[in-house]
């Protein structure tokens, strides 16, 4: 008790105004956040967990921030569910699930230790549980429940991590993470009775192409619309057609066998084309709905001012639909209850860069339709004045869509631009933005794509213009945000 104490005490004492922060996107009051953990409901609310170092700008030792929230838009800060404060534990709380049980409410986590062995230092991450009741966690003393010498002999020890539970009528089911000892990433399954003794089952998905990564992380798997879907974050993917360098979030497609516990995909997709996100993972909402929600972050391209206390954030939940088979995301309804300053335009012709009046700011849900248009490149310019701005570009010739932040005012040699073909073409193109200080989430037809980005934009640079190299007629829907 006495580092989730001391976490809670420097928390206090040094967090930064809320002002600071995104309007309604989760970010740290102070320190560094990662992975979302432990997305759930319980009692009536959505809590959110997350890989959470306070002590730091950086990635440091991993303790679970906690959150709740009523609606998935307004969120309340809770005390800190856990700290690295036991044997098996001691080097990081890493990232993991919750569930509602009879005995109250579940965390299950990586714990990660080391051990000096023939002379070296040795990595053992081992999945543990923490009960609560909403508010304060304690951890089970049967910990670890779960230990990488359950599993077969060449499976690794060191990667095996991120354990997401679920219940079905015969008892619980726990996946995670992990990889053989020739470098092959898969999924392994674990079942239990009671959520206190667990048995290995199965690889539940493996990748036996060579294709996707070098270890799948943060691994989710459930029904959606009638097929299953596993979503992944590889590690170390090589760019295609598909997938960008470096980490991505992907979900596979298939059947699952409950027999063999045998999950057999046949298609694979990216979850996100933009340049911040990360280790999604999801919740079943009372009322029925998928929702999503991500670390809006790169590991290889963070860009945070050296003077902000805080580092990183998340996206906005996302409810998950199926459309032309596959995936589509969309920001959870409930914030339309939190619109402000609603403006309108129809058929409004764009040729030279214009803007519109009432079309500014940088907490707002704004959807651009290109109705009709002769042109090569169409440009919308936001978070920006005369020194700084970002952008997105369609090009109608490649059927590409850029993204790009280099003149946000960042200044570090990292990614700024991403540029992806568009997926899924239609006859008018519909751009819809969620911004919030410093991100800019943009749901391309009607989410079939979305591209995620973070900037870090001085905040009285608050325009939003439109160009175009030919002739075009948009209509803009405009709504400010407001939640605080």
């Given at each position: 008790?006495?580092?989730?104490?001391?976490?809670?005490?420097?928390?206090?004492?040094?967090?930064v105004?809320?002002?600071?922060?995104?309007?309604?996107?989760?970010?740290?009051?102070?320190?560094?956040?990662?992975?979302?953990n432990?997305?759930?409901?319980?009692?009536?609310?959505a809590?959110?967990?997350?890989?959470?170092?306070?002590?730091?700008?950086?990635?440091?030792?991993?303790?679970?921030?906690?959150?709740?929230?009523?609606?998935?838009?307004?969120?309340?800060?809770?005390?800190?569910?856990?700290?690295?404060?036991?044997?098996?534990?001691?080097?990081?709380?890493?990232?993991?699930?919750?569930?509602?049980?009879?005995?109250?409410?579940?965390?299950?986590?990586?714990?990660?230790?080391h051990?000096?062995?023939n002379?070296?230092?040795q990595?053992?991450q081992?999945?543990?549980?923490?009960?609560?009741?909403?508010?304060?966690?304690?951890?089970?003393?049967?910990?670890?429940?779960?230990?990488?010498?359950?599993m077969?002999?060449?499976?690794?020890?060191?990667?095996?991590?991120?354990?997401?539970?679920?219940?079905?009528?015969?008892?619980?089911?726990?996946?995670?993470?992990?990889k053989?000892?020739d470098?092959?990433?898969?999924?392994?399954?674990?079942?239990s009775e009671?959520?206190?003794?667990?048995?290995?089952?199965?690889?539940?998905?493996?990748?036996?192409?060579?294709?996707?990564?070098?270890m799948?992380?943060?691994?989710?798997?459930?029904?959606?619309?009638?097929?299953?879907?596993?979503?992944?974050?590889?590690?170390?993917?090589?760019?295609?057609?598909?997938?960008?360098?470096?980490?991505?979030?992907?979900?596979?497609?298939?059947?699952?066998?409950?027999?063999?516990?045998?999950?057999?995909?046949?298609?694979?997709?990216?979850?996100?084309?933009?340049?911040?996100?990360?280790?999604?993972?999801?919740?079943?909402?009372?009322?029925?709905?998928?929702?999503m929600?991500?670390?809006?972050?790169?590991?290889?391209?963070?860009?945070?001012?050296?003077t902000?206390?805080w580092?990183?954030?998340?996206?906005?939940?996302?409810?998950?639909?199926?459309?032309d088979?596959?995936i589509?995301?969309?920001?959870?309804?409930?914030?339309?209850?939190?619109?402000?300053?609603?403006?309108?335009?129809?058929?409004?012709?764009?040729?030279?860069?214009?803007?519109?009046?009432?079309?500014?700011?940088r907490m707002?849900?704004?959807?651009v339709?290109?109705a009709?248009?002769?042109?090569?490149?169409?440009?919308?310019?936001?978070?920006?004045?005369?020194?700084?701005?970002?952008?997105?570009?369609?090009?109608?010739v490649?059927?590409?869509?850029?993204?790009?932040?280099?003149?946000?005012?960042?200044?570090?040699?990292?990614?700024?631009?991403?540029?992806?073909?568009l997926?899924?073409?239609?006859?008018?193109?519909?751009?819809?933005?969620?911004?919030?200080?410093?991100?800019?989430?943009?749901?391309?037809?009607?989410?079939?794509?979305?591209?995620?980005?973070?900037?870090?934009?001085?905040?009285?640079?608050?325009g939003?213009?439109?160009?175009?190299?030919?002739?075009?007629?948009?209509?803009?829907?405009?709504?400010?945000?407001?939640?605080?």
């Open positions: 008790m006495y580092k989730l104490k001391k976490a809670d005490a420097y928390i206090e004492k040094n967090k105004s809320s002002k600071e922060l995104p309007e309604f996107h989760v970010a740290p009051q102070i320190g560094w956040i990662n992975d979302p432990g997305f759930s409901y319980y009692n009536g609310k809590h959110l967990f997350y890989q959470f170092h306070p002590y730091g700008k950086e990635w440091g030792p991993m303790h679970w921030g906690h959150c709740v929230s009523s609606d998935l838009i307004k969120w309340e800060y809770c005390p800190v569910a856990l700290a690295p404060d036991m044997d098996y534990d001691v080097d990081g709380c890493f990232s993991g699930s919750a569930i509602a049980t009879d005995k109250g409410h579940m965390l299950v986590y990586t714990g990660v230790s051990e000096e062995i002379g070296e230092r990595e053992f081992n999945q543990c549980i923490a009960l609560g009741d909403g508010k304060s966690y304690k951890k089970i003393e049967k910990n670890p429940v779960i230990t990488g010498n359950m077969p002999e060449n499976f690794s020890r060191e990667h095996f991590r991120d354990p997401k539970v679920w219940k079905e009528d015969d008892g619980y089911y726990l996946v995670a993470g992990n053989t000892s470098g092959k990433p898969h999924v392994v399954l674990f079942y009671n959520m206190y003794d667990w048995k290995y089952v199965s690889v539940l998905a493996e990748d036996n192409t060579g294709k996707y990564g070098t799948w992380e943060c691994p989710d798997f459930f029904e959606l619309d009638k097929r299953h879907v596993l979503i992944a974050s590889p590690q170390d993917m090589c760019a295609d057609e598909e997938f960008h360098n470096g980490n991505n979030s992907v979900y596979f497609i298939g059947d699952y066998d409950r027999k063999q516990h045998k999950f057999n995909y046949d298609e694979v997709y990216a979850l996100d084309d933009g340049i911040d996100f990360y280790a999604p993972q999801t919740t079943l909402t009372p009322d029925g709905r998928r929702v929600i991500g670390w809006m972050q790169s590991w290889d391209s963070n860009i945070r001012p050296v902000q206390k580092s990183c954030m998340m996206t906005i939940p996302r409810e998950l639909t199926f459309a088979g596959r589509v995301q969309s920001p959870v309804r409930e914030i339309a209850e939190y619109y402000t300053d609603d403006v309108y335009y129809k058929g409004q012709k764009v040729h030279e860069k214009t803007g519109f009046q009432g079309i500014n700011g707002l849900d704004m959807t339709e290109i009709d248009g002769d042109f090569d490149e169409f440009k919308i310019c936001f978070a920006e004045n005369e020194r700084f701005r970002s952008w997105l570009i369609y090009n109608n490649k059927k590409e869509l850029e993204i790009n932040r280099l003149y946000s005012g960042m200044n570090r040699d990292t990614i700024g631009v991403r540029k992806v073909r997926r899924y073409p239609k006859e008018s193109l519909k751009l819809r933005f969620i911004l919030d200080k410093y991100s800019a989430e943009i749901f391309i037809n009607d989410g079939s794509q979305v591209l995620s980005m973070t900037y870090y934009t001085p905040l009285d640079a608050d939003i213009s439109f160009e175009c190299d030919g002739d075009t007629v948009i209509d803009i829907e405009k709504h400010g945000i407001f939640v605080r």
